[in-house]
């Protein structure tokens, strides 16, 4: 009978999706040691400092600490981990060192697109018209990052160097916004296909078709979900051939859903597998006349809050295995 297929299929899916977790690391033990080296060495090229960091972490982290290197986005791994303490200094040149140092140590293959500025989050001129922007001040709608590409973004990571205005990363598990689902809504979500459209970051409208979910045994459950509206193209995620009622259902439980947040503390870093966690953001705890006037003025050394951000693929290793290698490849 397809109705008890059907309840098997949603159990066994909302149980793969409720195991997915998060992992907080204090790296408070470190705090001296990354700062007595900054404080000798912060005169030296940006590539040679992080290559100085990288060993650094490697040299002094604890075997715990470094475990989840290779674990963020695997089925039996973790969905997120949160660093708390890395450095405690308020400078834009070492938090952005530590960003690429821990970006490197997590296999997060940085992507610059030509359209859009990524690196640093700030209040940028104009920030008052486009709300929903990372380098605006409004509140920003549970997503996963650049779903319109045609390049998959595994991870998603941001270091905060400065926060006055305490607004931290958000980021929401899947699990807690499909648990008003019934059976059947699971089984549409689990085959249906949306078209995802670009926003405001991009110049001119990109689109890709995706599956809502997808599944390997590597990966387990991966989704893509984005429920922002775009102020001029509308709803960035839409059904493409039915289910569109499936993520109507969802959006409509957004506000009430079960959320996690990151700290904003200086010295955080915060990598997200972007296919198994939705991010957001509360609007930033700053007046629009305050957001106007600041985004005018300031500077990485001025500007209330000032975040690094990498995002793209994971970098994939590859065994040295002869027999792999055919005699006509010499
Ligand atoms: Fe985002």
Redesign the pocket.
């Known amino acids: 009978m397809p109705d008890i297929d059907l309840t098997k299929e949603a159990s066994y899916f909302r149980e793969k999706i409720s195991k997915e977790k998060t992992i907080t690391l204090d790296f408070g033990y470190l705090t001296g040691v990354v700062e007595s080296w900054w404080n000798k060495n912060n005169h030296q090229e940006t590539h040679i400092l992080k290559t100085q960091l990288v060993n650094l972490f490697l040299t002094y982290l604890r075997a715990e600490d470094t475990f989840y290197f290779d674990k963020v986005g695997l089925a039996n791994g973790c969905a997120a981990v949160c660093i708390k303490n890395v450095f405690s200094l308020d400078s834009p040149k070492l938090a952005l060192t530590v960003h690429e140092a821990l970006a490197d140590l997590f296999h997060l293959t940085d992507i610059k697109y030509e359209y859009e500025e990524h690196k640093a989050l700030y209040l940028k001129p104009f920030a008052e018209k486009y709300r929903e922007w990372?380098n605006g001040h409004g509140d920003i709608t549970p997503?996963s990052?650049d779903l319109y590409e045609n390049l998959n973004v595994d991870y998603l990571a941001l270091t905060v160097c400065r926060d006055i205005t305490k607004t931290p990363t958000a980021y929401y598990f899947p699990c807690d916004l499909l648990c008003d689902l019934n059976d059947e809504e699971m089984h549409e979500l689990l085959t249906m296909q949306a078209t995802f459209i670009s926003g405001k970051n991009v110049s001119g409208l990109k689109k890709r078709v995706r599956h809502v979910v997808k599944f390997s045994e590597l990966y387990g459950f991966n989704f893509s979900l984005d429920f922002r509206i775009d102020s001029e193209n509308g709803e960035r995620m839409r059904a493409t051939d039915g289910g569109q009622h499936v993520l109507d259902k969802i959006r409509a439980g957004l506000p009430n859903a079960r959320c996690h947040v990151s700290t904003a503390e200086t010295g955080t870093f915060l990598i997200v597998a972007n296919h198994k966690i939705l991010?957001a953001r509360p609007m930033l705890n700053i007046d629009a006349s305050e957001a106007r006037e600041q985004a005018h003025t300031s500077t990485f050394n001025t500007t209330p809050r000032l975040l690094f951000r990498s995002k793209g693929p994971r970098k994939h290793y590859f065994p040295l295995d002869e027999t792999t290698y055919t005699r006509e490849a010499h």
């Open positions: 990372g997503h990052d991010h």
